[in-house]
């Protein structure tokens, strides 16, 4: 049984940071797409971020490129989402997800597994 575990959210100020972080276990992941996505109220849920695990190819969404950075230590089957320059169009429930497979896809539908969710929310 998979299992997905995020932490790290909180209450920043625009402009700051958060790390957040997912714990995977239950199986190894060495075939596998894991992704961060997120949704804010009354919106759809959005992709924000993918990774191979193996490989590490990474996939953005354009807007976030520069301010978020994912990364992946194999070691800790851990997945993380640096987050910089926080705006309060950030906030949100961030959520991260695995899917087999090499294509680091950005429709929500095509991934398996689901965290929890973990609140960020970003004040003026």
């Known amino acids: 049984q998979v299992q997905l575990v995020e932490s790290g959210g909180g209450l920043v100020q625009a402009g700051g940071s958060l790390r957040l972080s997912c714990a995977a276990s239950?199986?190894?992941?060495?075939?596998?797409?894991v992704a961060w996505f997120r949704q804010a109220p009354g919106k759809a849920r959005e992709f924000v971020a993918g990774?191979?695990?193996?490989?590490?190819?990474?996939r953005y969404v354009d807007s976030m490129k520069g301010r978020f950075t994912v990364s992946r230590d194999n070691a800790k089957n851990t997945l993380y989402l640096q987050m910089n320059s926080l705006k309060p169009e950030d906030t949100a429930v961030y959520y991260c997800?695995?899917?087999?497979?090499?294509?680091?896809?950005?429709?929500?539908?095509?991934?398996?597994?689901w965290g929890q969710g973990t609140q960020v929310t970003v004040s003026s």
């Open positions: 997800a695995a899917r087999s497979g090499a294509i680091v896809d950005a429709t929500a539908s095509q991934y398996v597994y």
């Open positions: 239950g199986r190894t992941f060495t075939d596998y797409v």
């Open positions: 990774i191979r695990w193996i490989g590490g190819g990474t």
